[in-house]
């Protein structure tokens, strides 16, 4: 099982519409977690971190997260096509290591 | 967040020959990490680039194939030894902030084509 897992995609999406993206992680103690977009050609853009149970918003983004499921999400309300991009989920454990996982990625199309 | 700086860009080197990436910060920062990005796959960690001692790597990634040096606080080095066209990747440094939220941010890459 891999430590990060996300749905390749791609994934879809009209314009106007909400892109949901999801991530499951196997470590229970894993703390913090993150969302990066990584255009084609560029580097990861970190693009929101969660660290508590819940719900948290940022202008159009919203990332979920559910430690008893070990699941992150992220919603993009209002999808635009410059959304279309490569989504990478990351966690992040509190060991003597502190390094982040990343998951392989899901792409996302925004479609006019 | 920091401004990362790494270079090259780019570069198309010959197998055998080794390359050297740099990467500076503008900031003291805590924890440096070097990943490396395959063609159409997500980031894979080969270090931690530990201050003033030897590099911590990660299964799959050794020293003497991977040097890395950290000789302070804002500035690594990793260099691709012998390098074989397996080795054409994306690099990329990336570190975490000191004081901040322990987000990670990174470099804009190195793009590296071993022919």
């Known amino acids: 099982q891999k430590e990060v897992e996300q749905n390749s995609g791609p994934l879809s999406v009209p314009e106007g519409a909400i892109a949901s993206l999801n991530c499951t992680y196997s470590?229970?103690?894993?703390?913090?977690f993150f969302w990066y977009r990584q255009y084609s050609g560029k580097s990861p853009e970190l693009i929101m971190s969660?660290?508590?149970?819940g719900d948290k918003e940022d202008g159009r983004f919203t990332a979920q997260l559910n430690k008893a499921s070990q699941y992150v999400s992220l919603l993009i309300r209002d999808s635009q096509p410059s959304d279309s991009a490569t989504y990478l989920c990351?966690?992040?454990?509190?060991?003597?290591?502190?390094?982040?996982?990343f998951g392989s990625g899901t792409r996302l199309s925004i479609r006019p | 967040s920091a401004v990362i700086s790494q270079k090259p860009s780019r570069d198309i080197c010959q197998r055998g020959t080794s390359l050297t990436i740099q990467c500076q910060v503008d900031?003291?920062?805590?924890?440096m990490f070097w990943y490396r990005q395959q063609p159409g796959q997500s980031l894979t960690l080969i270090a931690t680039?530990?201050?003033?001692?030897?590099?911590?790597?990660e299964s799959g990634f050794v020293i003497d194939k991977f040097p890395i040096s950290r000789p302070n606080l804002t500035f690594s080095t990793l260099t691709v030894s012998n390098m074989s066209p397996e080795d054409s990747s994306i690099y990329l440094c990336?570190?975490?902030?000191?004081?901040?939220?322990?987000?990670?941010?990174f470099g804009q890459g190195t793009r590296l084509t071993v022919v």
């Open positions: 969660i660290y508590s149970n």
């Open positions: 990336s570190v975490e902030v000191s004081g901040g939220n322990t987000e990670a941010f």
């Open positions: 990351a966690v992040k454990r509190y060991s003597s290591a502190s390094k982040i996982i």
């Open positions: 680039a530990n201050q003033g001692s030897e590099a911590t790597y």
């Open positions: 900031s003291q920062v805590t924890m």
């Open positions: 470590d229970r103690v894993s703390q913090s």
